[in-house]
């Protein structure tokens, strides 16, 4: 399916948003991915450290402040 002329030029309200917020911020891009790389992105864990994980994991109470029952 082909636009037509009138609206192949077309730009949302959100998307010149955007794009002035990039024209006044230039380095806004490379903030965002050093965000990104502080909190999300995370150098893979070894098989090693991951099974000493799993083994060291110990089961919680559905509700922790409850007494055992003996």
């Known amino acids: 399916m082909k636009l037509s002329k009138q609206h192949a030029n077309y730009q949302s309200e959100i998307t010149q948003f955007i794009d002035s917020l990039k024209a006044k911020n230039p380095n ?23 099974a000493r994980n799993q083994a060291s994991h110990v089961d919680q109470q559905a509700y922790p402040y409850q007494n055992k029952v003996r």
Do not use: F, M, V
Not at 32 to 50: C, F, H, N, V, Y
């Open 28 to 50: 806004l891009e490379a903030s965002q991915l050093a965000g990104r790389a502080l909190l999300w992105d995370k150098s893979p864990i070894d098989l090693e450290t991951q």
